[in-house]
């Protein structure tokens, strides 16, 4: 069964810094597709960025960057120059393989990290 | 572009009545669109998925009666919390995908619904 596995619960980084948020995910299926979202305190889910699992190049949109490691089976994100607005809940999220081998549109979601930047 | 909206964004109502939530694709027609419920501090739970013209797909466990779910175009789908009940409060968001090879998925802005 697919799973994605984000095991840091929350996390502290200084204004300006760079931070890493890990994501390891679990699937047989040779073509998958991997998201990150950000939910400030609001609730909206906003989209960041999205990396398909044939993409030679790790995904980059602005301050944003996806580290993929194929054989390791990771998709950490990388925030760049953090900013006090980047704090929110950030969740991992993989498009779920069907039974029979072909992609659904349903996402699976990571329990997600809790990002605290400090000024 | 790639908006999603969704109304109410929070309501309070009493326990027997029902309520209703809208998602709509602004910019974009959304062939399939879904509800998911998220507890506090934790992760999103799918309930179900919404197809243009036909009937809901509805996740192990989630109570189709209860949950009405009605897609009736290309940018709009309702959930209606029927007979509502204090432990149907929670948080409510929608998703509608986008029409790209990525089937990236753009949320609404959620709606807290708390039941009295």
């Known amino acids: 069964a697919q799973k994605i596995t984000q095991t840091q619960p929350g996390m502290f980084v200084q204004e300006k810094e760079a931070v890493t948020l890990d994501c390891t995910y679990d699937t047989s299926d040779p073509s998958y597709g991997l998201f990150w979202y950000k939910q400030p305190s609001s609730g909206e889910m906003i989209f960041l960025i999205y990396?398909?699992?044939?993409?030679?190049q790790n995904a980059t949109e602005g301050r944003y960057s996806l580290n993929f490691q194929k054989a390791r089976k990771s998709a950490n994100l990388v925030i760049s120059a953090s900013q006090l607005g980047d704090s929110a809940m950030y969740f991992c999220a993989m498009r779920e393989v069907s039974g029979n081998g072909g992609a659904t549109n349903k996402l699976i979601f990571g329990t997600g990290t809790l990002l605290a930047v400090q000024p | 572009g790639a908006v999603v909206s969704q109304h109410p964004s929070r309501v309070i109502c009493k326990s027997g009545t029902s309520v209703k939530i809208e998602c709509r694709s602004l910019?974009?027609?959304?062939?399939?669109m879904f509800w998911y419920r998220q507890f506090p501090k934790k992760s999103l739970m799918l309930m179900a998925t919404?197809?243009?013209?036909?009937?809901?797909?509805?996740e192990q466990g989630v109570e189709k009666d209860k949950f009405l779910i009605n897609h009736a175009s290309l940018t709009l789908s309702t959930l209606t919390v029927t007979s509502a009940h204090p432990e149907d409060s929670s948080f409510y968001i929608c998703?509608?995908?986008?029409?790209?090879?990525?089937?990236?998925?753009?949320f609404g802005a959620g709606t807290r619904l708390s039941v009295l």
């Open positions: 910019d974009f027609q959304a062939t399939t």
């Open positions: 990396q398909g699992s044939y993409d030679q």
């Open positions: 998703s509608a995908r986008g029409d790209g090879a990525k089937n990236i998925q753009y």
């Open positions: 919404s197809n243009e013209g036909s009937k809901a797909t509805y």
